[in-house]
């Protein structure tokens, strides 16, 4: 599976932004999918999981209420919508295809998509 993260911008403190993650191969849907962040200086952080299906979704506290994860099987493509941001959400943010484990572990990932800036100013 390959992944190509975009939507990354410069924005306001309080305003939003939609990434999409759109991802090649037919297999796609079998995998669960996730989002991750990392800041300048940082490790990289868990924000968010959507199982193959949809059904299943995890947020990271720091963004639970904020932030929404969604995903369009038949478009091969992930989404983070990210409303009410914060200076603090800045980082680059990354999708990955998850294969086993606990859903907000890097290594639980295979693939992952090349990254998209997000930069909120106050």
């Known amino acids: 599976v390959q992944l190509q993260a975009s939507g990354g911008g410069l924005v306001q403190a309080g305003g939003s932004l939609r990434l999409s993650c759109a991802a090649s191969g037919r297999t796609f849907s079998s995998y669960g999918m996730g989002w991750f962040r990392q800041a300048p200086g940082k490790e990289r952080e868990f924000v968010a999981y959507?199982?193959?299906?949809?059904?299943?979704?995890y947020y990271a506290d720091s963004v639970k209420g904020r932030f929404t994860i969604s995903r369009d099987n038949a478009k091969n493509t992930v989404y983070l919508q990210m409303n009410s941001l914060k200076p603090e959400d800045t980082a680059l943010y990354y999708c990955?295809?998850?294969?086993?484990?606990?859903?907000?572990?890097?290594?639980?990932?295979?693939?992952w998509g090349q990254g998209t800036l997000v930069t909120v100013s106050s």
């Open positions: 990955a295809a998850y294969v086993s484990g606990i859903y907000y572990y890097t290594g639980s990932y295979a693939y």
């Open positions: 959507i199982g193959w299906s949809g059904s299943r979704t």
